[in-house]
């Protein structure tokens, strides 16, 4: 199982990004796929999560109205879609997996998931 994020750069606040999580090794349609994100000195912070086996997908309240999770199938591809960037969202950001879906578990918790990427960085200038 190996995750690999993309999409990461340099943004002005109030712009956008495109953040990829591309599988390799195991479906996407039998996972759930996290996205999360980690500043220095500050735990890993759940983001948006989406939950291939139940169909569901989860976002934090900072995500919420501004940021998209989607995925496409057929790349084994996991998308997330971030609008209006603020220098608050500067981060390194991981995708994570977890077999089978979340079932009771909490979606936007780093201990849900099995498997990370090794991240990529997104920094948003004032």
């Known amino acids: 199982v190996q995750l690999v994020e993309s999409g990461g750069g340099l943004v002005q606040a109030g712009g956008s990004l495109t953040l990829s999580c591309a599988a390799s090794?195991?479906?996407?349609?039998?996972?759930?796929i996290g996205w999360f994100r980690q500043v220095p000195g500050k735990a890993r912070e759940g983001v948006s999560s989406?939950?291939?086996?139940?169909?569901?997908?989860y976002y934090s309240e900072s995500a919420k109205g501004r940021f998209t999770i989607s995925g496409d199938s057929a790349k084994d591809t996991v998308y997330l879609q971030m609008n209006n960037l603020d220098p608050e969202d500067t981060a390194l950001y991981y995708c994570?997996?977890?077999?089978?879906?979340?079932?009771?578990?909490?979606?936007?918790?780093?201990?849900?998931?099995?498997?990370w990427g090794q991240g990529t960085q997104v920094t948003v200038s004032s």
């Open positions: 090794g195991f479906t996407f349609a039998d996972y759930a």
């Open positions: 989406i939950d291939f086996v139940e169909g569901k997908t």
């Open positions: 994570a997996a977890e077999y089978n879906g979340l079932g009771w578990e909490k979606p936007l918790e780093p201990y849900s998931y099995d498997y």
